[in-house]
T-cell receptor, first 109, second 118 residues
Framework: RKEVEQDPGPFNVPEGATVAFNCTYS??????FFWYRQDCRKEPKLLMS???SGNEDGRFTAQLNRASQYISLLIRDSKLSDSATYLC??????????FGDGTTLTVKP | GAVVSQHPSRVICKSGTSVKIECRSL??????MFWYRQFPKQSLMLMAT?????????EQGVEKDKFLINHASLTLSTLTVTSAHPEDSSFYIC??????????????FGPGTRLTVL
């Protein structure tokens, strides 16, 4: 079993749709959690950190459930520019991070 | 946010040659840097963790004699792919971690180096 598993996707949605990604992790001692966005042939960029209390940044909402060991990302009112690969990242300590395989989102007009 | 640069951005070399990739933190000091490799349509795979002034810690399956890492200063880490072969062709990305309040460790990534070995 992989340390971090994501919905395989791809997700193809129309503009304005709401889409949700899930991610599960196996190490219960994991300390911090992030969602990164990666555009084709570019480096990953931090989208948002994920906290147990849940956090929202504009159209993006991230949730962490430690008991069930999963993380979610909700995107509302999808834009064409949201098309990218979304990476779930789990940090086990000492800065060492494990990346999920990513979920590809394509938002269509 | 913090800025990490990588050089070169793209390199094409012949099989058997060695290639050095530099990773620099431009506006902060990074005691720890990470080197990742990403093959097409796959996720980032951690190769090694580089600590300033000490030997790098390599992940299982990564040959430390083939991928030489040097972290000589708080702002520079280098990865040298020795005797590169076509199967080493990949996207190599470095990152530096900062520690924010509460223990969260955000990583800042360099733009990556695309290595093609002919």
């Amino acid at each position: 079993r992989k340390e971090v598993e994501q919905d395989p996707g791809p997700f193809n949605v129309p503009e304005g749709a709401t889409v949700a990604f899930n991610c599960t992790y196996s190490n219960s001692a994991s300390q911090s959690f992030f969602w990164y966005r990666q555009d084709c042939r570019k480096e990953p960029k931090l989208l948002m950190s994920v906290y147990s209390s849940g956090n929202e940044d504009g159209r993006f909402t991230a949730q962490l459930n430690r008991a069930s060991q999963y993380i979610s990302l909700l995107i509302r009112d999808s834009k064409l520019s949201d098309s990218a690969t979304y990476l779930c990242v789990v940090n086990g300590g000492a800065g060492k991070s494990t990346f999920g395989d990513g979920t590809t989102l394509t938002v269509k007009p | 946010g913090a800025v990490v640069s990588q050089h070169p951005s793209r390199v094409i070399c012949k099989s058997g040659t060695s290639v050095k990739i530099e990773c620099r933190s431009l506006d902060f000091q990074a005691t720890t840097m990470f080197w990742y490799r990403q093959f097409p349509k796959q996720s980032l795979m951690l190769m090694a963790t580089s600590n300033e002034g000490s030997k790098a810690t390599y992940e299982q399956g990564v040959e430390k004699d083939k991928f030489l890492i040097n972290h000589a200063s708080l702002t520079l880490s280098t990865l040298t792919v020795t005797s590169a072969h076509p199967e080493d062709s990949s996207f190599y990305i470095c990152s530096a971690a900062t520690r924010a309040g509460g223990g969260n460790n955000e990583q800042f990534f360099g733009p990556g180096t695309r290595l093609t070995v002919l």
